[in-house]
């Protein structure tokens, strides 16, 4: 498998996924700026839509969309539980997260990145950013993790989606749940080789 990521990007949390599964994959950094590969060929003629993550399988197969994407990584290893049985409801509670993470948080932090994106409109973002988040916090009250004592694929996108608030004003630190949550996260072995393979390692 080919994993098409950019550094930081919500594709780390496929990325995590990945390592967290033991899965062998391949990284392919593909620029979102420039749409181009190291190589400098077209990552559109691979993507069209040119964000990331993609996934290529071996077969030559591509599958979008970083929700999907983790839940195709955890069934290829049940083992692992890193996502629940389909068909249980405990399954569509961690679809009702990765839905959240994305409509919720991933999405509302699109116009912080925007350089023409008027300041005034970016104070409406974060303080409606803030408030999702701070509900995030009261569900994870006395929980190691979003589905409970145990990591699945969730917890890897909700990582890398509130990793983003430090570098553009969302002030997460009154979180205390979620610092604790975060830490968690930080020091899985999984998401330090991520973070390392990806060059974000402090």
């Not at 990325?15 to 033991?22: D, F, M, T, Y």
């Not at 990145?113 to 995030?136: D, S």
Request: one cysteine or more; hydrophobic letters at 45%; charged letters at 20%.
């Amino acid at each position: 498998m080919k994993l098409y990521y950019s550094p930081g990007a919500c594709s780390l949390s496929p990325h995590i996924v990945l390592r967290e599964a033991g899965l062998a994959f391949q990284l392919v950094m593909a620029s979102t700026k420039t749409k181009k590969l190291a190589d400098g060929t077209d990552y559109l003629a691979v993507n069209p839509l040119g964000y990331v993550p993609l996934l290529e399988l071996d077969d030559g197969q591509r599958l979008t969309e970083g929700p999907a994407i983790v839940q195709y990584i955890a069934d290829r290893v049940p083992d692992k539980k890193l996502v629940p049985p389909w068909g249980t409801m405990e399954r569509y509670r961690a679809l009702s997260w990765l839905n959240f993470i994305s409509s919720e948080l991933h999405k509302g932090f699109s116009p912080l990145f925007h350089p023409a994106m008027p300041e005034e409109a970016k104070a409406i973002f974060r303080q409606r950013l803030l408030e999702r988040f701070k509900w995030v916090d009261a569900q994870l009250e006395g929980r190691d993790y979003l589905m409970g004592p145990a990591f699945t694929v969730p917890d890897a996108y909700l990582f890398v989606v509130a990793g983003w608030g430090k570098h553009v004003g969302v002030d997460l630190s009154g979180q205390k749940n979620l610092g604790a949550f975060l830490v968690r996260m930080a020091a899985r072995p999984a998401v330090q080789e991520a973070l390392e393979a990806e060059g974000l390692a402090k």
